[in-house]
């Protein structure tokens, strides 16, 4: 059983860069059987997908994120983190780790991932 946990501060100020870090336990980052991605839902709005970090090392993010997003991974730690740089308000969230066998760029509904983190909320104000 894969279980992800997503950790990291809930307030942030605009401005500032904000970083998620997802821990998976049951599998590992590093081989091929998952993707890792992130996404996110802003309130009364739909999931947006963030972007994703392969197992193999392979980097995609969504077009209207990539200016601003990254995902990194600790593999001694088995983690990915996200980044996102200069938050506005309109990046408070609630923010998804997930795991999928089949690499979908943009995959935003429940059945298309195998597991998910509980989500953590994220909220930007001053």
């Known amino acids: 059983q894969v279980q992800l946990q997503e950790s990291g501060p809930g307030l942030v100020k605009p401005s500032q860069t904000r970083s998620l870090t997802c821990t998976v336990s049951?599998?590992?980052?590093?081989?091929?059987?998952?993707?890792w991605s992130w996404s996110r839902q802003p309130p009364r709005q739909g999931r947006e997908w963030m972007g994703v970090?392969?197992?193999?090392?392979?980097?995609y993010y969504s077009p209207t994120l990539k200016s601003r997003t990254s995902i990194s991974r600790d593999k001694s730690k088995n983690q990915f983190t996200l980044q996102l740089l200069t938050v506005t308000p309109e990046d408070t969230a609630v923010y998804y780790c997930?795991?999928?066998?089949?690499?979908?760029?943009?995959?935003?509904?429940?059945?298309?991932?195998?597991?998910w983190g509980q989500g953590t909320q994220v909220t930007v104000s001053s």
């Open positions: 997930a795991a999928s066998k089949t690499l979908i760029l943009g995959a935003t509904e429940t059945k298309q991932y195998d597991y």
């Open positions: 970090r392969t197992g193999s090392g392979s980097a």
């Open positions: 049951g599998a590992s980052i590093t081989f091929n059987s998952y993707d």
